[in-house]
């Protein structure tokens, strides 16, 4: 189905963000998104329709749960289960319960409604820089009911920025959101198109049709984000293609973020298994820090005429912050 005859579905807003681009900021986060990453930081984000969270850190087995559930889907022996087959995501179990052990991620706002949850925070903004981030799952999977919540911020002047895997059609990206946006973080995984498609799920041939057109176009709004997952992406042949095709780009910031393993956690509470080994694949924090200095090295390299655009390490955030959904960046080059 089209993503934009959806309903789009926001499953959280993240208030005085400060991982999420300059300042302090909310951060909105869509549901739905075209990947599937293996390593994904919001699995809670992927699929587009509501679903059950469950952490069982917060039950006290109450029972209420069970006794509501309509399609007889939870099960209490010494801890709840919940049958995912059975669950349509309704949320009267995560209604009833008193420890806020279930709720629901996704629910609909309407465009009024979110601006005005932005803007409560609109002096925050004017004194740190701040704004607001779109963030997912994918938002561009909404491009008219994005457009018509970023023409209300700008009329307000709000600082907007975007966090994207790259997957969205161009022209109504273009029309409807391109010069409403301040700044584009671009998430760029991998080079290669079969590793993309075996970690992401989806060819990169779009991702990087549009990264082109967005240097072209929007050179000073983008950012390129590239994620450092052991095991998959951090693999030296991939990151120092990454290194090289920024390397070629003059003036082009990038960001290298690390695996945040709360990940696991939040797969598991939507009842999905994480990849295996995932936790394991965690880099240290000094095997990133190596990896960011051969990263802008190898862009300094590459780069002719401009010198001095990795600006080495800057460990923005290296102690580490839990903010949730918000994608950690432990290291961050170049920064804007
Ligand atoms: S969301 Fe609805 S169907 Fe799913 S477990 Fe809760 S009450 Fe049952
Ligand atoms: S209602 Fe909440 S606290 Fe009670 S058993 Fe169900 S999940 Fe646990």
Known sequence: MNPEKRRPLIFDIHRYALDDGPGIRTTVFFKGCPLNCIWCHNPEGIASEPELFHQPKNCILCGDCLSVCPEGAITINGCVRINRKLCNGCGLCAAECPGKAMTIKGRYYEPEELVGIILKDKRFFEHSKGGVTFSGGEPTQHCLYLGQVLRKLKDNGVHTALQTCGFFHWDLFETELLDMIDLIYFDIKCLDP?????????????????????????????????????????????????????????????????????????????????????????????????????????????????GGQGSGIGDRGAGIRDKGNSRKTLITSHDK
């Open 194 to 306: 079969d590793l993309h498609l075996q970690f992401t799920g989806q060819s990169n041939t779009n991702i990087l049709a549009n990264f082109s057109k967005l240097v072209y176009m929007a050179h000073s709004k983008l950012t390129c984000s590239i994620p450092v997952i052991s095991g998959f992406t951090a693999e030296l042949g991939n990151l120092k293609s990454i290194a090289e095709f920024i390397g070629s780009i003059d003036h082009l910031p990038y960001r290298l973020l690390p695996y945040h393993p709360g990940a696991i956690i939040k797969a598991s509470a939507i009842g999905k298994d994480a990849a295996p080994n995932l936790f394991a694949h965690s880099i240290a924090l000094e095997k990133y820090r190596d990896i960011v200095k051969i990263f802008d090295t190898i862009v300094k390299k590459k780069l002719t005429g401009f």
